[in-house]
């Protein structure tokens, strides 16, 4: 599998390589549409704000109001995203052809969450996608015996001493692998999220 870091796409776009926008949107499209559904917006209220978001991203990263040295960029995403999704719902809430949103709070904007409520979940998506994405990409880079290793240490919590029987290394080799492994999941992770001076 071909690995872009976040960072040489968002060159590519200051740059204004258009299939670098494309390549951008492709890649976070995922988390941002189940974080639009859990917001409670339909499948194509949720694609349009996906739309709106990735428009407002680009205009204001090409502008310079991203700077990757103060943070992550899912944080910046996310507070494009759920202002895109409050618009959404304000917008279909005035709808006469939408019945209004029922839940068990009384009224439409007391349904929406808190920002802290709505961060915790944009957090959950945002770092489940971006987990997905490089045990991915790992899994094609590293040594088979090695993602083994960090399979089962890691993933299955094995000890060691079993690890260490099942994939025929020594015991310091099991936790050499573990380390190497472990370590370029970092950097895929840091490549992903966009962080400063990342996998350039």
């Known amino acids: 599998m071909k690995w872009e870091t976040t960072t040489i796409l968002l ?3 200051q740059d204004s390589q258009n299939d670098a926008w ?16 859990r917001l409670g917006l339909s499948d194509t209220q949720a694609e ?30 996310f507070a494009l995203m ?9 917008d279909g ?15 439409f904007f007391s349904a929406l969450p808190s920002d802290d409520e709505a961060k915790g979940q944009w957090d959950l998506e945002w770092d489940r996608h971006m ?15 090695h993602y083994r290793v960090f399979e089962l240490m890691i993933l299955r919590q094995v000890p ?6 099942q994939v025929g290394l020594s015991h310091d080799a099991v936790y050499q692998a573990r380390y190497r492994v472990l370590k370029r999941l970092e950097e895929l992770r840091s490549e992903f999220d966009g962080v400063n001076g990342a996998g350039s």
């Open 11 to 13: 060159d590519q776009l």
């Open 22 to 37: 494309q390549r951008l949107a492709d890649r976070f499209r995922e988390p941002m549409l189940r974080f639009a559904g």
């Open 48 to 77: 349009d704000a996906v739309q709106d978001t990735m428009v407002q991203f680009l205009q204001g990263y090409q502008e310079g109001r991203y700077d990757r040295s103060k943070g992550r960029l899912g944080s910046w995403l």
């Open 82 to 90: 759920y202002q895109s999704i409050r618009s959404h719902r304000r």
């Open 93 to 107: 809430a005035r709808s006469p052809k939408q019945s209004p949103i029922q839940t068990n709070r009384t009224t």
């Open 131 to 145: 987990i997905n994405r490089c045990l991915s990409q790992l899994r094609g880079e590293v040594n088979p015996t």
């Open 160 to 165: 060691a001493k079993e690890v260490s029987k």
